[in-house]
């Protein structure tokens, strides 16, 4: 079936820091890519989302593109601030159900 | 603003009552679902529903059900809690069409202790 794959945190980097998160997926048929972030406290929220093969995602400095020839999916960020730390979910949509990965939590330090 | 809500943030029960979460939704979605959160596991779809009165096993529905009798309301229903039910619980609603189709919205989370 349908898998997502995201590298295991926790990540811990510098303000100002670049940012890699990567995803993979498997999937039959093509899929829509996401990823969500959530805040302490929150629910899951949309950070960005590629729903074709080539597309680029961005948002709040964030941009991930959508690659078939390897499925993947990496999110990217040049300069990471201490907002930014949060658990970050790459997730694939294929009809009704959302494939979500494990999560990569990231911790920002000043 | 789109808007799920969930009727309690915190929830403390214990083993063998039966325990209800409610979750509405304001953006008139066809779909909704509920997920459980463990920490390593990510987010496991318990039961998910595409229409009113209509419902669909997730990867994990043993020991839930739920019901959606109006558009906007999702429940899930613990019908005899156990400890190994302690979890965050997350509702989500999408829809199929429109500019943000298939995005999931969120809401906050429902963290419950089963003692």
């Known amino acids: 079936g349908d898998s997502v794959t995201q590298m295991e945190g926790p990540v811990t980097l510098s303000e100002e820091a670049f940012l890699t998160i990567n995803c993979t997926y498997t999937a039959t048929g093509y899929p829509s890519l996401f990823w969500y972030v959530q805040y302490p406290g929150e629910g899951l929220q949309l950070l960005l989302k590629a729903t074709k093969a080539d597309d680029k995602g961005s ?52 | 603003d789109v808007k799920v809500t969930q009727s309690s943030r915190y929830l403390v029960k214990r083993t063998g009552e039966k325990v209800f979460l409610e979750c509405v939704q304001d953006m008139d979605h066809e779909n909704m679902f509920w997920y459980r ?10 039961y998910f529903s595409y229409d009113v009165k209509m419902k669909e096993k997730g990867d994990i529905p043993e020991g839930y059900s739920v019901s959606r009798e109006k558009k906007e309301r999702f429940s899930l229903i613990l019908e005899s ?13 999408n829809s199929l069409a429109g500019a943000q189709k298939e995005t999931q919205y969120f809401g906050p989370g429902t963290r419950l202790l089963v003692l």
Do not use: W
């Open chain 2, 37 to 46: 959160q463990d920490p390593g596991l990510g987010l496991r779809l318990i």
């Open chain 1, 59 to 110: 948002n709040k400095g964030f941009e991930a593109t959508y690659r078939k020839e390897t499925t993947s999916f990496h999110l990217e960020k040049g300069s990471v601030q201490v907002s930014d730390s949060a658990v970050y979910f790459c997730a694939l949509t294929g009809g009704f159900k959302t494939i979500f990965g494990a999560g990569t939590r990231l911790f920002v330090k000043a």
């Open chain 2, 81 to 93: 809690a156990s400890t190994n039910q302690t979890s965050m619980y997350l509702c989500a609603s």
